[in-house]
Structure formats: structure tokens, C-alpha cells
């Protein structure tokens, strides 16, 4: 089966590239959007969990922009270049998993104070919880394209696709 760039980034040198370019932003995400959660229902807005939201936040974003640097120029330039995409799905898992810079960069640089300074508590969390949802949201949209065969958006598809076993046509 074809793979994606995305797909194949992250199953080639198994498990650094997982680890590296999946596990560290996906877990340091999930901490802000679990930890979120905490402090809208408690409204706790200083301690220990504000701490760990605070601090993956940060990490999460300053760690994410040096992965978009490293990818755009080790793997988008490169394919950009020589017309090595792979279809639409390639593309689309790509630029979305990418994209993903926004929404963590917007969460450490309001954790930072650099943004929304003018914010108060209430606010800061509005966006701050707007930040992790727009990255729920491009992180699964590049893992639903990232594991489609990159062939089926290329309209090359005659209507002959394999039934999976066991399933019926």
C-alpha cells in the first residue's frame, strides 16, 4: 500500500521519528487539553496544574516550532521543489500537521505573556482553550489524510478497490 510523507515519516526509523514527531507533541498537547479542562471547570487559575498546563504549553510550542523548521526545510521545500508529493491526501496530512505550529505557538506565547497581555484571567482562558481545540482539530484531520492510501484523491481510482477481509461488497 502507498503511504503518505506523513505516514511514512513517522513509521521510517522506527520509533525515533514516532517518538520525536508524534509522541512528544501529541503528549505535551494532551497535558494542556486534560489540565484545560481542570482548571475551566475548577477555575483554579494559580497551582500545581496551572503549573503543568503552563509549562507544556510552553514546551509544546517552542518544541513544535523547532519541528515545522526542521520539516519545512528537510521534507516540504525539498518535495515542493521536485514535485514529489504524493496527491491531495499527502498534501493535506502534511500541511495540516504543520499548520498545528498556530494554534502551540499561540499557546506558548500567551503563556509567556507575549500575547493577550490585556486579557484577564477569564479571557486568557477562552483563548488558551481556543488554541488547544483549532490543534485537536488540524492534529486529527493530518492522521485521518496521513493513513489514507495518497492514490484514492488522485482520481485515479477506477471503482476496483479491495473489500477488506470478512467484509462484503
Known sequence: MNMTHYMELLASNQ?????????VPVILAETVAITELYILFSRQFHGGVRTINRT???????Y???VF???MATAVVPLTSTGGWRGAADVIAVGFYLSGIVPLL???LLDLGVIGKQRNEENKLKLHATFV???LVVAHVAM????LDPTLLMG????????MPGMKR
Open 156 to 163: 485515479q481510482a477506477d471503482g476496483a478497490m479491495g473489500a
Open 56 to 62: 507544556a504549553s510552553i514546551a509544546g510550542g517552542l
Open 69 to 71: 523548521v526542521y520539516l
Open 106 to 108: 499561540g499557546l506558548a
Open 64 to 66: 513544535f516550532c523547532g
Open 144 to 147: 485521518i489524510f496521513g493513513m
Open 15 to 23: 520509533p525515533w521519528n514516532l517518538i520525536l514527531f508524534m509522541a
Open 133 to 135: 481545540a483549532i490543534f
